[in-house]
């Protein structure tokens, strides 16, 4: 149930921003979808909360302690992935009580894209090798 309510609580001021950004006529898109293909098989979707014209914007609201402009390892990847759908600059959002936003600015890394890359890629052959052996026909019974 903590989770329950901390994934609430983050949905709920996240739905909060995105109304004050319609009253205000904001030219953001909310939750865009792209669709990067990696290689013949593999798409990857990226779907950022907020696209403006010069600019990314991804936002959480974390309950443990985030340092002072720092990005926690634990959103890397999908700032990564956000950062090379849309080839614009990509900020963290930190939502605070009372509400307030904390502007991150995210520093891309060819290295970590290189191994994103690479671990969809290794991840989908396992994946494909287990179907594999799923569907490898059984020896009769007798």
């Given at each position: 149930m903590t989770g329950v309510r901390f994934i609430s609580t983050g949905i709920a001021t996240e739905d909060f921003l995105t109304k004050v950004?319609?009253?205000?006529?904001?030219?953001?898109?909310?939750?865009?979808k792209r669709v990067m293909k990696l290689n013949e098989e593999i798409d990857l979707v990226v779907k950022p909360d907020y696209v403006f014209p010069d600019f990314v914007l991804e936002t959480k609201y974390p309950f443990s302690i985030v340092k002072e402009g720092t990005i926690p390892d634990r959103y890397n990847y999908q700032l990564e992935c956000e950062y090379f759908a849309f080839q614009k600059p990509v900020y963290l959002g930190v939502f605070s009580t009372p509400f307030a936003i904390n502007f991150i600015p995210y520093k891309p890394s060819p290295r970590r894209w290189n191994n994103i890359q690479k671990t969809l890629k290794t991840f989908h052959?396992?994946?494909?090798?287990?179907?594999?052996?799923?569907?490898?026909?059984?020896?009769?019974?007798i």
């Open positions: 950004f319609k009253a205000q006529k904001v030219d953001v898109k909310y939750q865009e052959e396992e994946v494909k090798k287990l179907e594999k052996e799923r569907n490898k026909p059984k020896g009769l019974l």
